[in-house]
């Protein structure tokens, strides 16, 4: 196969490994990428927080949602005696469990953990887009790879996970923590960093970063597909218009590829989120059910079979999918603004 290469102001097409030198790795300002990633992270957070807060309840071994499937089991306690096995038998609509948040808890329960997720998902987001754009930076440059290669944007993408877990693993400890309690009272965050710290003191807030670190593989075939997928669109823009500039429909294409990648890496990993979820659940009637990844990945598939290891994919697929959308998209649209000032 031979290799066809056009530069195209700062986007290089490389037919060979079917690649693109995209806009977060060039030499922008890094307040670019912090801005665009933020931004964007903010936006899609917001907007699907009900579905993150139905998906993280479905996840957990704790039974908030077993009065949806036995209308009977009312009273204090009286959903904890039905066996785990019997409620994960069924499946759970999410409107179902949207409709009984509501009734129960109040719309404004549907937004659980908004508070932290604010917090953490705007440094968390602008931190991973830098990281990464550095690490594609600093490795295409290093010349012990070739420039744009799997290898570049897979060790970007391992990099920009792993830091950004380590730095930021408390708050979306208290975020789950939050989601899965089903009861409102004012400082309620407060009450709940005394209680992890008196429990299980500073490790308590890293419960689940193993799986986190585990779960880097879904970032990284995230963005090896949505790199292809990217480049490809460039590449065929490039053969229909002969320009590098974007319009609307380059946009609208990108967020496709966001879309279908995520839906591809969610369904491969998936796992790792319900375990990181149990892993973070608080102890039921004072016990621990579950210790560490491996301990936990065989204890739910002894429990619960392969289907407890899916347990609120539909709800995660119709979240992730448009919220990672809508965060590509106005990352995009927001470097491609800064760009074009750049270049003015």
């Known amino acids: 196969m031979t290799s066809y290469q056009n530069t195209l102001g700062d986007t290089k097409v490389n037919l060979l490994h079917c690649e693109i030198h995209p806009d977060m790795s060039k030499g922008r300002s890094p307040y670019v990428h912090l801005v665009a990633g933020g931004i964007g992270g903010t936006v899609g957070a917001t907007l699907t927080c009900p579905l993150e807060v139905v998906k993280t309840r479905l996840q957990s071994s704790v039974p908030a949602f077993r009065h949806v499937l036995y209308p009977s089991a009312t009273g204090p306690g009286g959903v904890w005696s039905i066996p785990v096995e019997i409620s994960y038998s069924r ?13 129960t808890e109040g719309v404004a329960a ?17 931190l991973y887009f830098t990281v990464y754009a550095k690490a ?35 708050l979306w400890v208290i975020k789950t923590r939050l989601q899965l309690d089903n009861r409102a009272s004012k400082g309620q965050v407060l009450k709940l960093i ?16 193993t799986a986190t670190y585990i779960g880097v593989t879904e970032t990284v075939i995230h963005f090896v597909i949505y790199e292809h997928i990217k480049a490809e669109v460039q590449r065929h823009r490039f053969k229909l218009r002969g320009t590098h500039e974007k ?17 591809i ?13 149990r892993l973070r659940q608080k ?21 619960e079979g392969r289907t407890g290891l899916y347990g609120g994919l539909g709800t995660h697929l119709l979240r992730q999918v448009p919220n990672t959308a809508l965060m590509f998209l106005t990352y995009e649209a927001v470097v491609n603004f800064f760009s074009k000032d750049d270049l003015s």
């Not at 179902?96 to 509501?102: D, E, G």
């Not at 609208?252 to 995520?262: E, G, N, R, Y």
């Open 194 to 209: 005394q209680n992890i710290w008196k429990t299980d003191g500073i490790k308590g807030f890293y419960r689940g970063l």
């Open 136 to 170: 594609k930076h600093v490795l295409n440059r290093s010349g012990f790879v070739s420039p744009e290669s799997k290898v570049v944007h897979i060790g970007s993408a391992c990099s920009a996970g792993i830091v950004t877990s380590s730095l930021t693993s408390p």
């Open 283 to 303: 102890e039921v009637d004072g016990k621990r059910r579950y210790h560490s990844f491996f301990q936990a990945f065989r204890k739910i598939l002894l429990e």
């Open 110 to 126: 549907l937004f659980k953990g908004l508070g932290p997720t604010l917090v953490g998902v705007a440094p968390s987001r602008a």
């Open 265 to 277: 890496a969610s369904v491969m990993a998936y796992p790792h989120e319900v375990i990181r979820t």
């Open 247 to 263: 319009n609307v429909v380059d946009f609208l294409q990108f967020m496709m590829a966001a879309a279908t990648s995520k839906c």
């Open 91 to 103: 499946p759970v609509g999410v409107l179902s469990c949207l409709k009984h948040i509501t009734q």
